[in-house]
């Protein structure tokens, strides 16, 4: 596609592209942005090796003109859109590229990779932090995804609520709260049950959490109470029936004088197995299986297209495809939250080659990320990844409060264009 | 739990631990293990950096016993496992990690991130290959899941049966082949379709497939058969009633003389989709979305649980949790896969602390991946890929006909157990 471009001359074009979604699968109410962090991280380095030069020069992938353009590739083109932690819904442009079509399309799965997942994960954990309600949710999932897919699911949980995360690489690179937990294999491991909670006891203090299923829930609990006393921090329930466990559980620390315990419960929690959870006596939920694949939605299903580019007279004309089904929108957007009197959200509003019309209680939604292909500040590494997760929580408390039902439905808003 | 087993000393003890999953996820008739090579590339490379040790020695998230221990941390031990693109079934033994418990635990997320996810996606691939029969599918589903995730997908995806890829970075790594393609945003750079075709045709010669749907499908196969005349290669369709349009498409293609040229179909397609296309008058599948998230299935579910290790007096254990609903079967396993007089599959056989007993027709599973720290030949990098794809092919027409099954049931085999 570039080699043929850059042979007609088109890839010098001007162009915008589009990021956005055309639902929000699995009947969400809300979508979280996820990944701007990562993203901004990766153009920052954006090259091309001369390793992998080689390998297309090799296999004859592409030409040796496109060879030229890939060796001396850098972005220089602007991008705007959603701050990441910004709540989306239905055609909300999350991102907004600017360059020549070369460029863009470059960038291309690039970005789609990363906002598609990353976004995915934010989606399904902020859902579980909203169940979870005050109780802190604890992310533990790295081992059913990808390795690096793990960290960046680690980053997403935390912008969106979670406390924190086991992933020790995501809490090096992103500054994240990080937790540790003892598994079966700990318990097993030593010649009883015993020798297990006096060396993790030893090790780690009494303000551990000693993992009380791996053989009888009831004599472990006694157990961890008698080497442990009032001070033992907490357990952990990894099976059965959660709610009935938590309760016996609860009630028989309480009879021993450990009132002061935690209970945390893991065993694949989704944000319906939280919910049902809210009443049972537990402290904390560890969340693993269903957070990092997006809890039934594994992928966003965002898209970027190209909805402007300039025509062989250089002018800027908007452009759109057809296609049965997946007819996409021509002419740059622009978008505003309304909110009423309350400050409560009312639609998300997209200007069609204007600018959305806003009142003084609307917010403006579009933020410059790139500017002529200057990474802005304030988006990368610990400290944007704590500035998302400010942003999601204050965009969640504008929307109104059907957005908690977990059941699929309707976006809880409605998307309405507005034309020139 | 490091620190607290290195502290006690119970760190050092001799383990075994063991991969497997319980069940097959979404009622799948055989699983593939994928991600082998990747793992034992990972392991020839696993140390800890100074920028990680002093990460956890700055958040003093172990002590200075444990740091030095993962300063100088390598693994010695020996793994086993089934090879990559073997078929699998519940409580296959697909990996085997003989170390002590410090080793063994090191490698636990590691090891699982890998197999789970590759794994899945080796799963839905196999199916599609299985439903395209002597057709081509290619993998295009990059841009639905985690950059790195991508590239692994891609490989799991050659391993059972893909004819190529979509992405560059896997065929660099792993000598697959690679295809491209045009997307909508090519055909709308251009001021017409007209000029996108011809720069298409002119850059990459008659034998290129051009993407038919932007605008009105009939008015681009009438152009591109004027372009490009009886040898134009393809034409992909991306949108609609696939069937439908493949066999309008067809008899349009067959009506201007151009029965040579292929029909590519694209959009959403799962195994299901594709079965349902095999008497449309299709070439090629092209997949994305389904294929990186595993079908509805975008993990394995495999778990690692310590087995076998040494007690106090240095004598080797077998070792189980009895946790509910999730209790382990302790004692070191070895497999076989049953095979009767005519060379087919009925039984999964797995020893329990035996070698499973077999005659002449069974095939042991078990082969040596890692023997006292070093990765033994033939798994790894191009040749590892090439090999497990040969693999996957035998060990598939090994197995009863109604493993093509795509609908939900049971494993097309059972797994039996033989004790000592």
């Known amino acids: 596609m570039l080699q043929a471009a850059l042979a007609s001359g088109a890839a010098h074009r001007k162009t915008v592209f589009e990021v ?9 109410r809300y979508g979280v942005l996820a990944g701007t962090g990562r993203f901004l991280e990766g153009l920052h380095d954006f090259r091309f090796t001369s390793d992998e030069i080689d390998f297309l020069a090799d296999r004859k992938v592409v030409n040796e003109q496109t060879l030229d353009y890939l060796r001396n590739f850098r972005f220089t083109g602007t991008i705007r859109g959603y701050a990441e932690g910004e709540i989306f ?32 994960v934010a989606t399904a954990a902020s859902r579980m932090s909203v169940a979870a309600g005050t109780r802190p949710c604890l992310e533990m999932g790295s081992r059913r995804a990808h390795e690096e897919a793990a960290v960046a699911a680690a980053r997403a949980a935390v912008i969106t609520g979670f406390a924190g995360t086991s992933n020790l690489e995501a809490g090096r690179r992103y500054g994240l709260h990080t937790i540790g937990t003892s598994a ?7 010649d009883s049950e015993r020798e297990a909670f006096e060396a993790q006891l030893e090790s780690l203090g009494k303000d551990t959490t000693l993992l009380v299923d791996t053989y009888d829930v009831e004599k472990a609990v006694r157990l961890a109470v008698e080497l442990a006393g009032p001070e033992l921090g907490g357990v952990r329930l990894d099976s ?8 016996y559980v609860r009630e028989l620390l309480d009879s021993l004088g450990n009132t002061g315990t935690n209970i945390t419960v893991t065993s694949d929690l989704d944000e319906d197995a939280i919910a049902s959870l809210a009443a049972a006596p537990v402290n904390a939920y560890g969340v693993g299986t269903k957070l990092v694949t997006g809890s039934g939605v594994p992928t ?10 300039e025509n062989s007279e250089g002018v800027m004309e908007p452009v759109a495809k057809a296609s049965s089904g997946k007819a996409s929108i021509g002419g740059q957007k622009s978008a505003v939250r309304r909110l009423n009197a309350e400050g409560r959200a009312t639609a998300e509003v997209i200007g069609v080659d204007i600018t ?40 969640l408390t504008e929307l109104p409060v059907a957005a908690t039902r977990l059941s699929p439905g309707d976006p809880v808003i409605p998307t309405e264009f507005v034309n020139s």
């Open 184 to 190: 079966h294999s700990f318990t097993l491991l030593h």
């Open 240 to 247: 059965g029936d959660l709610v009935a466990q938590a309760q």
């Open 20 to 28: 956005f979604t055309r639902r929000l699968s699995g009947g969400r």
């Open 356 to 395: 959305a019309p806003a009142d003084s209680n609307d917010r403006d939604l579009m933020v410059d990320l790139v500017v002529d292909g200057a990474v802005q500040p304030g988006f990368t590494g610990a400290e944007g990844v704590r500035r998302a997760s400010e942003r999601h929580a204050r965009s």
């Open 300 to 309: 966003s299903s965002m898209v970027y297209k190209v909805v402007l580019r």
């Open 89 to 120: 819904f239905p055609h909300s442009p999350v991102l907004q590229v600017e360059a020549t079509f070369a460029e863009a399309c470059i960038l291309e799965t690039f970005i789609l990779s990363i906002f598609n997942y990353d976004s995915a």
